[in-house]
Structure formats: C-alpha cells, structure tokens
C-alpha cells in the first residue's frame, strides 16, 4: 500500500511541538508518512498558538497559503490544531471555509478516527472537548534518532489565573502524570541514547500539589536524578510563588539538576504584579533570586518580561528596569502585552498604546542585552561542561553543544563527540554564544 504523505507545520510553545509529534506517530499508523514538503502532502495539519495576537495572524495567513495548494490539488486535505483550534472550535470553519478538520488541545488521540472519517468523505470533523488523561500520551512524542536531549511532559494544563493569559481556558486544569510512569519513560530515554531530559509543564514546580501526601516536584527531580545515564536535568517553566526552599536548595546539591532556571517574572512593579494576579511581590521575587544563588552561585537565572500591561505607567516600567538591574538575568524573554479573548486583562482599563508598548520594549531589550554580553563574557577563561548535540551551524568543522546554564558553545571538535560531555575553556564570548576550544587530551569531562 503507497503510504499517505502528512505535512505538519507547528507554531507557538514546546508543549505544541511535542503535540506534534504526537499526532505524527499516531498519524504513522494510520498509513501517513511525514514529509517535509506541503506540496507533496496528502494532509497537512497546523498545530496553533494563541498566546498573542501576532501568532494567530502568523497562522492565518500562513493557512491562506495552504489553501492555494488545495486548490490545485482537491485531494488535500488540511487540519487546525493546537491553542488557536481550541479557541475557535467549529467558528475556524467560518474563518477559513476550506478547513476540514478542527481538533483541540485535548483531542490528538482522536486524529485517527477523525481522519478515518474525511477520508469516507464523511464531512468536516471538529473536536474540542476536554478530557483529563492527555498528558500520558506523552509516551508517543518521540525524540529524533540520535537526540541527545528531549522533553518529557510531566504535567498538562493551567491552575493558576494570571489576568493576561490565555493558557488555562484552552489547555484546561492542572493534572500531573503518575511518577512510576515518568520514571519508566525516562529510562525508556535514557536507554535510547538521551541524556538531558528537560520537564515540560505549564507550572512544573507544582508538580503534584493535586495529590497531598504523594510526590512533589523535588521528589520527581530526586528520583530522575537515580537514573543511570542522564546526566542532566532542566525544567521549564515554574512559576515564583511555587519555588519551594526545598527545590531551591536542590541546586548545586542534585548532581544531575543544571544550575539554570527560567523564572518569569513578567513585571518589576508590585501594582502590575496584582493587576496581573502573580501572586508575588517584586521583593518576594528578589528574595527567591537570593535565595537560589546563596543554594548554588554559579546559578543561571532567566526570564520573562510583560511590557505595556493594563494600567502600567513609566513608574511601573521603571519599577521593571530596576528589578532587572537588581538581578542581572542571564537572559530574557520580552513581550509587548497583547490583548487575548476571554481573559481578564482585556476588558481592563489603562489599555497602553501600541507606541508605548514598542518604545518601552526597545528599552528594555537594549538593557538586557548589555546584561546578557556581560554575563557571557564572565565565562570567558572558564573551563566548561558541554554537552555535545551537534554541528555548528555557521562552522561546518566545529561542533556545538550547551553549558550546564544553558548556554551555547561552538568549538572545533569531532562530530564523535556528539552525545558526550566535554571540557572547554571558554574563548570568546557573544549575544547568543560562545566559543571556545577543547581542554586537555580526549578525557571526558565528568563533573
Ligand atoms: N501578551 C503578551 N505576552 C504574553 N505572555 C503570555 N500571555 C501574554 C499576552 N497576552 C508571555 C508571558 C509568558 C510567555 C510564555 O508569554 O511572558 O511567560
Ligand atoms: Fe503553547 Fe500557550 Fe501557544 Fe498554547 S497558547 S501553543 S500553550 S504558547
């Protein structure tokens, strides 16, 4: 039987690209093989993002280009999922009449079914209830032949109800998978080669809280950290207010956990900060930050930024820059506010101009990126672990791979050292990376 092409393009977050996958594996065994070529698709799946307003205009106008293919090829089908289908439901089909399928962010494990249907021309299909199981689907999101590192999804959904947010009405409420069952895809991992497991969740760090008396997040870091082989953990994205001390003193005390954390912080301002429902202060904040780098000094801290929320004024956003001088983020994400359907901040009042918006962004990232230069050329001198995940891309004879903290190192090297960890001193620093040469004579480094 000639197997069926499948072309999936994904937009927004690392949780929609392991959806993706997902919904390739189980695609496979319905007869689609992926390719990399929308025109040579039987069925082309866009997995969506809603989290600003621009990544939903991105999606449309790059489905009008679909749309094109279809109409020389009647055969084509094509099919929404993710944040954006989940919002839209069967109102896409309006949107963009040539649809046929509409599924959302609880809903993959029904593609087949679906797909089944369009292919007995049985009409356009949507699905976008919720259900509680979707994250132990994890188990069919495979890393690529020879990864070195992949996600594991410890966790699906949103408890918390940050005005600005989109997330918790269209992934739904917080469930952690069972420990046993991550532990047992870890080794799975970690016997197919991976080395670094990065856990993926809305908020990680309240991994658990559902279950009193079971395990919590630093319990799941502790066991990971028993398994052979993995020799590096990460986590993204935790949330402030349930940084415990116990998870903070983890750092430097895990062999395993890498000094790096992302811990978005959104706004400087304590105004902001409660108009926003962050549940923190700027000085709780701080103290946190304090507290993480007197656990483990080497820590890397990054972050995310909000600019232009409802009702921020120049003292508001001066309030940002002073808690940015005062911690030195390794790095960070920055973001001008972008008004979202159906969440609170919305209808707020102090809608702040889209000029403001940009000139306060520009800013901010001007500061930033002198802080990042700067924290990237203290490593230079130093002798590094890196772990080795592939070829330069620029310097076809160099290899790359990342700090501990996170940061990206090219060097000269043999691809064979590629899924190994390697001393190099740190030569030169820039914006997005390092270089450096390898220290010593072809000893490994362990740490
Ligand atoms: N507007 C702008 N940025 C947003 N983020 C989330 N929602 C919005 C929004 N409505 C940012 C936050 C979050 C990151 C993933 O995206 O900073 O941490
Ligand atoms: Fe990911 Fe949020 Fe975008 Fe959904 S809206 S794809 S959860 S970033």
């Not at 990399?36 to 205009?57: G, H, M, W």
């Not at 299909?125 to 199981?133: A, E, I, L, M, P």
């Amino acid at each position: 039987m000639e197997r069926k092409k499948l072309y999936i393009q994904t937009f927004g977050c690392q949780m929609n690209v392991q959806d993706s996958e997902k919904a390739a594996n189980l695609l496979r065994l319905s007869g689609y093989e992926a390719t990399d070529d929308p025109q040579d698709a039987d069925l082309i799946i866009v997995n969506t993002c809603s989290i600003r307003e621009k990544a939903a205009q991105k999606i449309v106008s790059q489905l009008g280009r679909f749309r094109e293919l279809k109409a020389r090829n009647p055969r084509l089908r094509i099919g929404v999922g993710g944040c954006l289908a989940q919002q839209w439901g069967g109102g896409f089909f309006r949107k963009a009449p040539y649809l046929d399928l509409v599924f959302g962010t609880h809903q993959i494990h029904r593609l087949p079914e679906m797909v089944a249907a369009l292919e007995d021309n049985r009409g356009r299909q949507v699905q976008t209830d919720f259900c509680d199981r979707v994250a132990s689907l994890a188990m069919l999101a495979r890393p690529e032949a020879g990864a070195v590192g992949t996600f594991v999804t410890i966790m699906q959904g949103c408890d918390n109800s940050c005005a600005y947010c989109v997330v918790p009405i269209l992934r739904g409420s917080e469930q952690s998978r069972p420990l046993p069952e991550i532990i047992r895809e870890v080794n799975l991992l970690a016997g197919q080669g991976i080395r670094e497991i990065t856990l993926l969740g809305q908020n990680v760090n309240s991994y658990g809280k559902t279950d009193a008396g079971g395990p919590d997040f630093t319990d799941l870091i502790l066991a990971i950290g028993e398994v052979a082989r993995i020799e590096r953990i990460r986590f993204t994205t935790s949330h402030p207010k349930d940084l415990s001390p116990r998870l903070i003193a983890s750092f430097g005390r895990v062999g395993a956990l890498c000094e790096h954390i992302h811990l978005p912080v959104q706004s400087g301002s304590d105004r902001v900060l409660k108009r926003m429902n962050r549940g923190y202060s700027a000085e709780e904040y701080r103290r946190k930050v304090g507290a993480l780098r007197a656990a483990c000094p080497e820590i890397s801290i990054t972050s995310d930024v909000i600019v232009g929320f409802p009702g921020e004024e120049e003292q508001d956003f001066a309030a940002t820059l002073a808690l940015m001088e005062d911690v030195r983020f390794d790095n960070l994400f920055s973001f001008q506010y972008s008004p979202r359907e159906g969440t609170r901040a919305a209808g707020m009042d102090g809608q702040v101009s889209d000029e403001t918006k940009r000139r306060r962004l520009q800013v901010l990232q001007a500061l930033q990126a002198d802080h990042t230069l700067r924290k990237n050329e203290s490593r230079v001198g130093k002798i590094e672990a890196v772990l080795v995940d592939g070829l330069s891309k620029n310097e076809p004879a160099e290899i790359t791979g990342r700090t501990r903290q996170n940061r990206i190192v090219n060097f000269p090297g043999d691809p064979g050292l590629i899924g190994t960890t390697v001393a190099v001193k740190i030569t030169q620093a820039f914006l997005h990376s390092l270089r450096g040469r390898r220290e010593g004579q072809g000893g490994e480094y362990v740490h």
